[in-house]
Nanobody
Framework: QVQLVESGGGLVQTGGSLRLSCVAS????????MGWFRQAPGKEREFVAA????????YYTESVRGRFTISRDNAKNTVYLPMNSLKPEDTAVYYC??????????????????WGQGTQVTVSS
């Protein structure tokens, strides 16, 4: 059974930092694009960041560029999202996602095959 399990969420003040992790089990994703999405109450799930299978390419939504950094460790089947300078508008449930197989970057939810259960990030003002 394939599972993606996120951790690292929590409550932080504006300007603070958190580091999200997503550990995959049940199969390797070393040939897959992996990404992070988030969903705030009453809003659609939105793309945050993606990283290619070999870490050669990354892409971020404009609002997090320069503050968030996606990385991965294929030996550990894990993807990370350190988040700095957090803002109240970053408050959301953050989801990890993985493609079945993909050598490019996937930016939309429909391009991903596997999802984690989500971890809550709350930034207080």
């Amino acid at each position: 059974q394939v599972q993606l399990v996120e951790s690292g969420g929590g409550l932080v003040q504006t300007g603070g930092s958190l580091r999200l992790s997503c550990v995959a089990s049940g199969r390797t994703f070393s040939r897959s694009c992996m990404g992070w999405f988030r969903q705030a109450p009453g809003k659609e799930r939105e793309f945050v960041a993606a990283i290619s299978w070999d870490s050669g390419s990354t892409y971020y939504t404009e609002s997090v560029r320069g503050r968030f950094t996606i990385s991965r460790d294929n030996a550990k089947n894990t993807v990370y999202l350190p988040m700095n300078s957090l803002k109240p508008e970053d408050t959301a449930v953050y989801y990890c996602a993985a493609q079945e197989v993909g050598y490019g970057l996937a930016l939309t939810p429909s391009e991903y095959n596997y999802w984690g259960q989500g971890t809550q990030v709350t930034v207080s003002s």
